[in-house]
């Protein structure tokens, strides 16, 4: 199994900052990665897909960038709206895995 | 505008088996782009893939699950279910049906998540 590990779990950060979330696969998935929003009660949001494809509607301050085994989601200036936790996901030979997760937290 | 709903026992006693149902409106099940698939969240944790359908009727499940689940789908019913059997304390979660791209994988509709809770 292609294990994903996040970091950090945690974030906190302020209204305007830069924030990079990281993402490490066990094996190469090159570049069959999602990211994902959450809010609480809320289901996940396809943020990218194909590593750094913008989902339709998704504002262009989220970005990602990566391949193989190493990949980060870039938030560009923090806004009130993007306080959430968020996942990636791989997909290699029809099975998924998820991070564990990051919660972006106002500093 | 494909929506996606689960509907289900929200309460299922331990040793039992939970059976959940996933109507698609909207938009074909018979799709040949989408795979369809059950994800789940126990409370304030993060998320895990259970398994996934093709309309063919091919599977493919989470191996830590594998001997516990069936997924199932009825094309003319615009449905997908999931059976998870013998079930404990450590399956009480949200679960999530969901719509997957075939070729990169990514989960782009979500239906809203039903809590099942495994209690006696």
């Known amino acids: 199994d292609i294990q994903m590990t996040q970091s950090p779990s945690t974030l906190s950060a302020s209204v305007g900052d830069r924030v990079t979330i990281t993402c490490r696969a066990s094996q190469s998935i090159s570049s069959w990665l999602a990211w994902y929003q959450q809010k609480p009660g809320k289901a996940p949001k396809l943020l990218i897909y194909?590593?750094?494809s913008l989902e339709s509607g998704v504002p262009s301050r989220f970005s990602g960038s990566g391949s193989g085994t190493e990949f980060t989601l870039t938030i560009s200036s923090l806004q009130p709206d993007d306080f959430a936790t968020y996942y990636c996901q791989q997909y290699n030979s029809y099975s998924l895995t998820f991070g564990g997760g990051t919660k972006v937290e106002i500093k | 505008q494909l929506q996606l709903q689960e509907s289900g026992p929200g309460l299922v006693k331990p040793s039992e088996t939970l059976s959940l149902t996933c109507t698609v409106s909207g938009g074909s099940i018979s799709s040949s782009s989408y795979y369809w698939g059950w994800i789940r969240q126990p409370p304030g944790k993060g998320l895990e893939w259970i398994g996934s359908i093709y309309y063919s009727g091919s599977t493919y499940y989470n191996p830590s699950l594998k001997s516990r689940v069936t997924i199932s789908v009825d094309t003319s019913k615009n449905q997908f279910s999931l059976k998870l059997s013998s079930v404990t304390a450590a399956d009480t979660a949200v679960y999530y049906c969901?719509?997957?791209?075939?070729?990169?994988?990514?989960?782009?509709?979500w239906g809203q998540g039903t809590l099942v809770t495994v209690s006696s």
């Open positions: 194909k590593a750094s």
């Open positions: 969901a719509r997957l791209d075939t070729i990169f994988g990514e989960i782009d509709y």
